[in-house]
């Protein structure tokens, strides 16, 4: 157990406690409308995917909260209920140690764990993600990031579609139908992507923190990340030296940062190597406009106009 992970695990107890108190007095949790599934989603590209392949049979409940980093999400004891309550829990194992929690003590078999329908990728391989580079303990050496490869989403997608099934039997067809319209969608993504990165100056992306590795791997790019996986770990004097020496070989012109994280260390970067700084959405919230789609679509152009792709 590391430090950090303590509080999360105070706060999950506190949760816990007080949570009969909390579902006794609400009238209104999961289960209020018999004619839809419930389902609880732990942040937001899990929850674009059960709105899109659940329809109108479905309610969605995202646990984090637009313009909040998920990864140290804390839930409120309301949030535990919603969890609780839920008919379907669709959660990302490794990724936020307090929802993981909440689905070890409540989840039993409506839980359905993304994490365990492809093999993640190892936080390190490819690119230049360093070894012991803060934030790798948290999914066990494992990068969670895998809906940045909209391939690996679809498939996500399909399983998900047979665990709805399963949950509304009477619905199944449904969800499945749903579910191949989403995959249609994504392989256009796709291939837009292949086509949009085919032909580049630059193959390399400095990024404040390694959430692209899906991404690269998918449409052969290089990742050079200025901290691990956790986006508000602070990087040493030596790593911010070792990024900018790539970047000036790489001869980087951009230095991408997120939207829910501060640009500053981005910005030292852009400054020592004579570079810009653009944002570069890892999707881990809700985008300000738009769904997943037009946030990925957002995505290749900034990464076309970066890399100076014809």
């Not at 837009?192 to 991404?215: M, N, P, W």
């Not at 070989?249 to 810009?276: C, D, N, W, Y």
């Amino acid at each position: 157990m590391t430090v950090r992970s303590v509080p999360r695990l105070l706060a999950a107890a506190t949760a816990l406690l007080t949570l009969a108190g909390v579902v006794a007095c609400s009238d209104q949790g999961a289960g209020a409308d018999p004619d839809r599934v419930d389902v609880v989603a732990a942040f937001y590209p899990l929850q674009f995917l059960a709105e899109r392949i659940g329809g109108d049979a479905v309610t969605v409940t995202n646990l984090a909260k637009p313009g909040a980093e998920p990864h140290d999400l804390e839930l409120h004891p309301r949030q535990v209920g919603q969890v609780v309550d839920a008919e379907l829990i669709v959660y990302l194992s490794g990724f936020q140690p307090a929802v993981d929690e909440a689905v070890e003590q409540n989840g039993g078999d409506r839980a359905f764990d993304v994490a365990g329908v492809q093999p993640l990728r190892d936080a390190a391989a490819g690119g230049h993600e360093h070894e012991g580079e803060a934030g790798h303990e948290k999914t066990g050496g494992k990068d969670p990031h895998l809906w940045l490869d909209p391939t690996r989403l679809a498939t996500v997608g399909d399983k998900l579609a047979e665990r709805l099934g399963r949950a509304d039997p009477a619905r199944a067809a449904d969800y499945t139908a749903r579910a191949a319209a989403l995959r249609a969608d994504l392989t256009k993504l796709d291939t837009e992507y292949a086509d949009g990165l085919k032909t580049c100056q630059r193959r390399e992306i400095v990024v404040s923190h390694t959430a692209f590795g899906y991404l690269a791997e998918r449409y052969q790019l290089e990742q050079v990340g200025i901290t691990g996986l956790t986006p508000d770990s602070e990087p040493s004097p030596q790593r911010l030296a070792e990024v900018a020496k790539e970047a000036r070989e790489h001869q980087a012109t951009t230095i991408f940062f997120e939207s829910l994280v501060s640009p500053k260390v981005a910005q030292t970067v852009a400054r020592e190597v004579g570079a810009t700084t653009a944002v570069l959405d890892p999707i881990e919230g809700p985008p300000a406009d738009g769904d997943y789609l037009s946030a990925m679509r957002a995505n290749l152009q900034t990464l076309r106009t970066a890399l100076d792709c014809s």
